[in-house]
């Protein structure tokens, strides 16, 4: 298995609402066949009912809560978490720690989209990204 993520798929309640949320961040997809896509660098975040993404997944979907993920969006400037965290509250978001520095030096916020999905916003020093936005995690010591 190569070492890489291709899509994320979110299981949503409410396509259209889910959909409307994610273009108010100011993210552009394109719906095909109640499926919405959305371009992100070289991968896929993908919005799919909640209930046929338990179906095809072959899980229960008993609705206990945080499922164990939280998706990360780092930026460029500590700045920008603000702003980030901020258009998210504005577009029905709640927000789930306000942004403060974090104990790696960097600086953070959380928050929960229209259906509970966990977004942490960081600016992260020691994760900077290139130009095009892409991540490349550094070599700390023992790369195991």
């Known amino acids: 298995m190569e070492q890489r993520i ?4 979110l299981g949503v ?40 993404l338990a179906a095809d997944a072959g899980v229960e979907d008993d609705g206990t809560g945080f499922g164990g993920v ?14 980030v965290v901020r258009r998210a509250a504005a577009a029905g978001a709640t927000v789930t720690r306000e942004p403060a520095e974090t104990f790696y030096g960097g600086y953070a ?4 989209d229209l259906d509970g999905h966990v977004w942490e916003v960081a600016w992260n020093p020691g994760l900077p990204l290139d130009d095009a936005g892409a991540l490349t995690v550094p070599t700390w010591g023992d790369p195991g």
């Open 13 to 52: 309640r409410d396509l259209e609402r889910s959909r409307r949320f994610y273009a108010a961040l100011g993210w552009r997809g394109q719906e095909v066949e109640e499926t919405v896509f959305f371009q992100a660098l070289g991968q896929a975040v993908v919005l799919w009912s909640r209930e046929r």
């Open 70 to 83: 939280v998706l990360a969006h780092n930026v460029r400037t500590r700045g920008d978490v603000d702003g």
């Open 109 to 112: 916020g959380c928050f929960r």
């Open 6 to 9: 291709s899509v994320v798929t």
